[in-house]
């Protein structure tokens, strides 16, 4: 225990002197978060607080390993346990190494220059795979009430590489308010170490000591007020670590370390970006867009300060974490998890009353059930507007039909039929259109339908019908109805009965409209 406590403060003390550094470079290179937009922040803030957690990592990684080399080879006291578990697992090195580098590079340079996202998420799935082929994978999922785990078998590949995506999203995603991402990371740490300790997994222990020891350090300068952010190069690279480690944790023991006990660790960024992700689809935003609603920002509408919601965050996050280890060492106690899963329901039910998330999403999709039946009505007014003029320079009955054929996408009809019949006895076989496959008048029972002669009462010359998919909204009937009744009047408007006769005998038309 002594050599994990020396590791997280020899983490900590480094990450105190490298984050004053970094965050005087970044100023001086302009790499700073400006006011505005979803930022709640009055001045500009550097950002690149991900190197100084590098640094503190990779000092303190290289120190222990040093002084475990000098300890057995030179002052002959005996290998060192670090340094063994470290040569016996080189591919779990490798992984985590490699995999850093490419995520802090990824991030600083998002940092710096920008990077599109969905560059971002191909460089992710890169990561996860290789990880993945250097064998961080989630094969078995244990499960709280039984001593069986779940086996993925095929499934492991897609599980893995999503779950290390997700992860390291999740982080990023909470990283809005001051030490909130860092301080939810450090709770998850400390959880984790636990476990791995417990399930006598040195690497994982180590990483998690010396990772847990460069958050706590860098979050003396990033709780509020900030003097640094974290940027993208800090959050990745904590939502890689983590979801690196509790992969490699899930492969230890599957009942006291598995993959859902990980998911309770970092139960605060998942639940963050899981309603992130619901809000989203439910209100038909895009899914990798940007808002003001995740759950520190409603909490700020609630008249909370930043401090008094990291810290009720800090708490929920305290919370998971304490559900976490006792879902781990109190595995088989059905009654009691039970229980106590009832009540984190519970709570976090509590908690989405509170920050106004239903009230919120049903206001939303109200919102943008209005925006499309207004969008609806001005897309098809312009093409009934289209359709007029097509109608004006028309000369052949089967253009008349084109035209009308040319409003089918934007009315969405799902059958439509013109019948034109000649007005004197001899003038020819009527005209018929239909956009049935069988040309047949019942298209479909289930679909709305409106029909209506064309002409006078007492002498119509022709026939309209049309089929859609009532579902509500701007397809609602009365609507249909209404453009329906402007359609017919524009056809009535130019098929007069001596214009079809004119049509019919291909002479002159001279056709007027009132």
């Known amino acids: 225990m002594w050599t994990y406590l020396s590791t997280f403060l020899l983490s900590l003390v480094v990450a105190l002197l490298m984050t004053p550094v970094v965050r005087h470079h970044a100023l001086r290179w302009g790499v700073v978060d400006r006011p505005g937009g979803r930022r709640i922040h009055d001045v500009p803030i550097p950002r690149l607080g991900g190197v100084a957690i590098a640094v503190a990592l990779a000092v303190t990684t290289v120190s222990i390993f040093v002084y475990s080399l000098v300890r057995e080879h030179l002052l002959l006291k005996g290998p060192s346990v670090f340094a063994e578990a470290l040569t016996h697992n080189i591919d779990t090195a490798v992984g985590l190494s490699v995999g850093a580098v490419l995520i802090l590079g990824l991030g600083i340079y998002d940092d710096v220059k920008g990077v599109h996202p969905a560059i971002k998420l ?25 001593d ?3 086996r993925l078998g095929v499934l492991s590949l897609p599980f893995t590489v999503l779950w290390m995506v997700v992860i390291i999203n999740a982080v990023n995603l909470i990283d809005g308010i001051d030490g909130l991402a860092s301080g939810a990371s450090f709770f998850a740490c400390v959880t984790m170490f636990i ?4 399930a006598n997994d040195l690497v994982s222990a180590f990483t998690l000591a010396a990772l847990a020891g460069a958050i706590l ?18 959050s990745l690279l904590l939502g890689f670590m983590l979801a690196a480690v509790s992969i490699r944790g899930s492969t230890k023991g599957a009942t006291a370390f598995s993959i859902l006990v990980s998911a309770m660790a970092l139960g605060l960024p998942l639940l963050d970006t899981s309603m992130a992700v619901v809000r989203r689809m439910l209100t038909g935003r895009p899914l990798m867009g940007a808002d003001q609603d995740h759950l520190h920002h409603r909490l700020l509408r609630r008249g909370l300060s930043q401090r008094q919601v990291v ?17 781990s060492f109190l595995h088989g106690h059905r009654v009691f998890l039970t229980i106590m899963y009832i009540a984190l329901v519970g709570i976090l039910l509590v908690t989405m009353r509170y920050v106004g998330y239903v009230q919120h999403i049903k206001e939303e999709r109200k919102n943008l059930f209005l925006h499309d039946l207004f969008a609806g009505i001005a897309a098809r007014t312009d093409a009934l507007l289209a359709f007029r003029a097509t109608l004006a320079q028309v000369d052949t009955l089967e253009n008349v039909w084109n035209a009308l054929r040319g409003l089918e996408d934007q009315f969405g009809f799902h059958g439509l039929r013109l019948e034109i019949s000649p007005p004197t006895r001899d003038g020819g076989e009527p005209f018929v259109r239909s956009l049935s496959p069988s040309g047949a008048v019942d298209i479909d029972r289930n679909a709305a339908r409106l029909e209506a002669r064309l002409g006078p009462a007492d002498a119509s010359w022709g026939s309209l019908s049309v089929w859609w998919w009532q579902n509500g909204g701007e397809c609602h009937p009365e609507l249909y109805r209404l453009y329906f009744e ?3 009047r524009e056809l009535e408007c130019v098929l007069r009965p001596h214009v079809i006769q004119s049509w019919v005998r291909q002479e002159p038309s001279g056709r007027h409209c009132s």
Do not use: H
């Open 122 to 146: 191909v460089v992710q799935l890169g990561v996860a795979l290789l990880c993945f082929q250097l064998g961080f994978r989630v094969q078995v999922i244990g499960l709280p009430w039984s």
């Open 148 to 150: 069986e785990p779940f």
């Open 195 to 198: 476990l791995s300790y417990n």
């Open 217 to 234: 350090g860098f979050l003396f300068f990033n709780s509020n007020p900030a003097m640094v952010f974290l940027g993208d190069s800090g």
């Open 311 to 327: 810290l009720a965050l800090y708490g929920l996050s305290a919370f998971l974490a304490i559900v976490a280890l006792a879902t």
């Open 486 to 488: 402007v359609i017919k």
